[in-house]
């Protein structure tokens, strides 16, 4: 009657626990919004160009193995590339966690009892062989194996090794997002040098013309027709166009040291065709549909990964509060005497046993790990949106900024030409005493500005190119 009372109490003492595990906390639930316009500026085009390789969308062969170069040796890509093996480590581990894990034990030791304990009592009265007594000192030697395993009841280990999984396939897409990243950084980069080249070359020839310039005004002045100070005018224009000479030339050795870092070597002179950067045009730009970013942006796609992980460990971190089953055996041979280690039956040890645990009276820590995976996956839930608003603006954006640099670039060159043909007019004026030297000076000026925002925009143009196909995601693939 008592044991069948101690059954009873058990089964309530589990059934107890099964239901207190099971009352789970609530929390606020958020489902990730997809939605994104239809079309970029109404274009139902859906053509994209992300979808051209790399190597295909630029036609410069120099910028070509630059970028070959940094893939091969970026440090920044190289690092993400080891994430992705402590990530592949991971999922080795999570799926070690759902087998048996089974190890053996050899072990020698000495035992000493009390004399007047159970066992110390028991000893004295027992031969360990017929005609010996037990020895106080009892030696002990035993080896085996032990193997120990969880069944999986409520999906907590696979559910595990499933966010690993993701995480993993999440750091894939991390380095495809750090790829296009340094294609379109080496290609800005390449482009800005390009300017730089040019706007080197410009003012070398306006600093030729003003020292005609400058020459004129110093015959001018021995004719008595002008002053000493055009003269001293005209010499510190040369000199702040000489100033301007040295500042180009700093920047270009920085934005090739900045193209040798992103290439992994120590600086060195960076292979180019700047008499190429003025004929090269922009191609067609087709930005397809703004559905199209979800697949082609490897950011997004992490997002969504890394959400979907964190789905998982809510999941992971709600079996928790479910009681565990585990199972535990040994097997193996122990013995007093080496002699008598091998003998069967009578040295063969083993175990079997299995139990069930769970959380009952204080279960906090559970449930702050609980409440904190609901909190990490409203976080990448809103790391998801966040990403898809980024990616869509991004790119309409660069759709506005490439139509009006092409505008902006039709009305410089206009400029251009104009003040071009105005410094012949302003020096025939200024022979003839029909214009001052102030007029030629600004003429110049005004030349030589124009000329180089006409570089700075033609740079801004092709940058707009290459962070619309970055922006679209484009060249990682």
């Keep these: 009657m008592f044991r069948k009372n101690i059954y009873k109490y058990i089964g309530l003492v589990l059934i107890g626990a099964a239901y207190s595990a099971c009352k789970v906390p609530e929390f ?12 970029f500026n109404n274009s139902q085009d859906s053509t994209n160009i992300a979808s051209i390789k790399w190597r295909s969308f630029f036609t410069d062969p120099n910028l070509i193995n630059l970028i070959d ?20 480590n991971d999922i080795r581990a999570k799926k070690g966690e759902l087998l048996p894990s089974v ?40 080896f085996g194996l032990q193997a120990n395993w969880e069944a999986d009841i409520w999906h907590k280990l696979r559910n595990s090794k499933k966010a690993a999984v993701t995480r993993y396939l999440s750091t894939v897409e991390g380095k495809n997002f750090v790829v296009t990243n340094l294609v379109a950084e080496v290609a800005n980069s390449y482009y800005e040098l ?40 005209f010499e510190a224009e040369v000199l702040s166009s000489k100033s301007l000479e040295f500042e180009i030339q700093q920047n270009i050795t920085e934005t090739e040291n900045k193209i040798n870092f992103l290439l992994g070597r120590y600086p060195q002179p960076i292979p180019r065709d700047k008499n190429s950067f003025t004929d090269l045009l922009s191609p067609t730009i087709q930005a397809g549909l703004p559905s199209q ?14 959400l979907a992980a964190a789905k998982l460990d809510v999941k992971v971190a709600k079996a928790q509060f479910y009681p565990s089953l585990g199972i535990s055996a040994t097997i193996g041979y122990q013995a007093f005497n080496p002699s008598y280690l091998l003998r069967t039956p009578e040295s063969l040890a083993y175990s079997l046993a299995g139990d069930l645990a769970g959380p009952l009276i204080n279960r906090n ?4 790990e609980y409440l904190t995976a609901n909190a990490k996956q409203l976080q990448a839930v809103f790391n998801y949106e966040k990403t898809i608003l980024n990616g869509y603006v991004e790119v309409a954006n660069q759709l506005s900024n490439i139509t009006n640099l092409q505008k902006s670039y039709d009305l410089k060159s206009k400029q251009v030409l104009a003040l071009t043909q105005s410094i012949d007019i302003s020096n025939d004026l200024f022979k003839a005493a029909r214009a001052d030297y102030f007029e030629v000076l600004m003429t110049q000026r005004d030349a030589l500005q124009s000329k180089l925002e006409l570089i700075e925009t033609k740079k801004q143009q092709l940058n707009a190119v ?12």
């Excluded at 958020?30 to 994104?36: A, D, G, I």
């Excluded at 040796?73 to 190289?78: D, K, P, R, Y």
């Excluded at 000495?110 to 031969?127: M, P």
Aim: proline share 4%.
């Design 194 to 233: 390009l300017a730089l080249d040019n706007q080197f070359d410009i003012v070398k020839k306006n600093i030729a013309l003003q020292n005609n310039a400058l020459e004129l005004m110093k015959v001018q002045k021995q004719a008595m027709r002008t002053t000493e100070l055009a003269v001293r005018k």
């Design 365 to 368: 820590a559970i449930k702050a």
């Design 69 to 88: 170069t940094a893939l091969k040796n970026n440090q920044e890509l190289n690092v993400t590339l080891q994430e992705i093996e402590i990530a592949k």
């Design 28 to 39: 606020a639930q958020r489902n990730e919004n997809k939605n994104v316009p239809v079309s």
């Design 293 to 306: 970013l979800l697949a082609n942006r490897p950011d997004i796609k992490q997002a969504e990964l890394d």
């Design 466 to 477: 290459v962070n619309i196909y970055h922006a679209l995601g484009g060249g990682w693939n």
């Design 103 to 142: 190890g053996y034990g050899v072990g020698a030791g000495l035992e000493k009892v009390g004399r007047y304990t159970s066992s110390g009592a028991g000893d004295a009265s027992t031969d360990i062989t017929p005609g010996k007594e037990v020895p106080e000192v009892l030696p002990d030697y035993r």
